[in-house]
């Protein structure tokens, strides 16, 4: 109508990326604890990196122990954890009630555990009982690709052929050599 003034948006309501996405934003209860669980983790890697040999025996400067990073990386976890609560903590995230997962939601959480588990996996079987990098980190990369392509809402992904079994293998092995071509020949580190 002509003359009719436009409507006033609430811009608190409008999703950041613009994608109107009732899933996309995260509740304040959610980003809460998330920052329990960055906290927790942040804390375990800096304690893991504290109890690292600090080579002091060889003369090895300070800048260059193992711990550094994952120390510093630790470090920036609780720091961001710390951030994220306090935020949540203001946004009323502590009072708020707890809300039943929608569907969408828990298949999220399915495929966030499924990967954890194959992390787990390649850290915990692959890495370390004599099998050379490229090939534990081929078998990781092309398993990981077929599961999830397996659990896909596609159909056409969910099928298994021998085309897409081979489109995984060959990614997997060529991530995987390239990984490892460039941190033993560029970045001079041996991998396991």
Request: hydrophobic share 50%; aromatic share 6%.
């Amino acid at each position: 109508m002509k003359g009719a003034e436009p409507t006033p948006v609430d811009e608190t309501d409008e999703p950041q990326n613009g994608i109107a996405d009732s899933d996309s934003a995260a509740s304040p209860r959610a980003d809460l604890h998330d920052a329990i669980g960055w906290i927790i983790l942040g804390v375990a890697v800096a304690v893991a990196s504290l109890q690292m040999d600090r080579l002091q025996d060889r003369h090895i400067n300070p800048f260059t122990i193992p711990g550094l990073v994952p120390g510093l990386l630790g470090a920036g976890m609780v720091v961001m954890g710390i951030i994220l609560g306090l935020r949540s903590w203001m946004r009323g995230g502590h009072r708020q009630a707890i809300v039943r997962a929608t569907a969408n939601q828990r298949e999220r959480r399915k495929r966030a555990l499924l990967s954890v588990i194959l992390c787990c996996g390649y850290s915990v079987v692959l890495i370390g009982h004599g099998l050379p990098f490229w090939v534990a980190s081929s078998i990781y990369v092309t398993c990981s690709i077929l599961v999830f392509n397996r659990i896909s809402a596609d159909p056409v992904k969910r099928r298994l052929s021998l085309l897409a079994v081979a489109k995984a293998l060959l990614i997997g092995v060529l991530s995987s050599v390239v990984v490892w071509l460039v941190f033993e020949r560029i970045f001079l580190v041996r991998l396991p």
